[in-house]
């Protein structure tokens, strides 16, 4: 197959997704910007050499460091919830591929994402500068603490499965900002939560659906040179 018929059918398999959990998200298509970025991003260029005949395969791959690039469906379902707005700044945790801030880069002002894998951190920068996604800022670091220098952001979207809403997180989410987590158990039930702050500071949370992400890991980055 054709890069070009593999990714009309990731699209197509993005929609069928959407249309088959209707009722758990709330709608029967996602945001036609959110599918425009999933468009153009090229996925094959953020998996592994040896996996590009699978890149446009609506699934997770390996990528590494025992990480993976998370389903395209969900990539596109998280973005959504985002809500993004042009003038939007985000805080993304665990960069991993790469994939998800490119997409969200196109869509909002300026990304910010943390990842804890020192390599991983370091091949999302090649391809950003590659693709010239100029409005993407990395760090190495623990998400955990997320990133108070930027704070606040009106969206924060985090790629990892944690135990736990990280206060850290709340506390840098602009009110009326929303927070896209999956949250549970290491490679056990884990559901992706929509959390919204209101003007008044209060905290709304919604589940969406269940999920399988890897877990998100509280410690600092280990030094790899
Ligand atoms: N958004 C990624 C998905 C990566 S998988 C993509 O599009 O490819 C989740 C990533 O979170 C992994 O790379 C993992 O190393 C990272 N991670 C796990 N715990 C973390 C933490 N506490 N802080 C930052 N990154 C973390």
């Not at 993004?84 to 994402?113: F, K, M, N, W």
């Not at 924060?156 to 809403?165: D, E, K, P, Q, S």
């Not at 506390?171 to 490679?187: H, M, S, T």
Request: hydrophobic share 40%; net charge negative; aromatic share 8%.
């Amino acid at each position: 197959m054709n890069r070009n018929s593999g990714l009309q059918r990731m699209i197509a398999d993005i929609e069928d997704e959407v249309a088959f959990t209707r009722h758990m998200i709330g709608r029967d298509h996602l945001d036609q910007q959110v599918m425009a970025a999933m468009r153009e991003v090229p996925r094959d260029a953020f998996v592994p050499a040896e996996l590009k005949g699978a890149a446009f395969d609506n699934g997770p791959l390996p990528i590494g460091h025992g990480q993976t690039i998370s389903q395209p469906y969900i990539v596109a379902l998280m973005t959504d919830l985002l809500q993004l707005q042009p003038e939007h700044r985000v805080l993304e945790i665990g960069t991993g591929s790469g994939y998800q801030s490119a997409i969200l880069s196109r869509l909002c002002r300026q990304v910010y994402t943390i990842e804890l894998v020192p390599a991983l951190s370091r091949a999302a920068q090649r391809l950003f500068q590659r693709f010239e996604y100029g409005n993407i800022r990395t760090l190495t670091g623990n998400g955990y603490q997320g990133w108070p220098e930027h704070a606040p952001y009106d969206g924060i979207i985090v790629t990892a499965a944690a135990g736990y809403i990280p206060p850290a997180l709340i506390e840098q989410l602009r009110p009326g900002g929303r927070l896209v987590i999956p949250v549970g158990k290491p490679y056990g039930h884990q559901e992706l939560l929509l959390v919204e702050k209101d003007f008044q500071g209060g905290i709304d949370t919604r589940h969406i659906l269940a999920v399988a992400f890897v877990p998100m890991v509280d410690s600092e980055p280990m030094i790899d040179r």
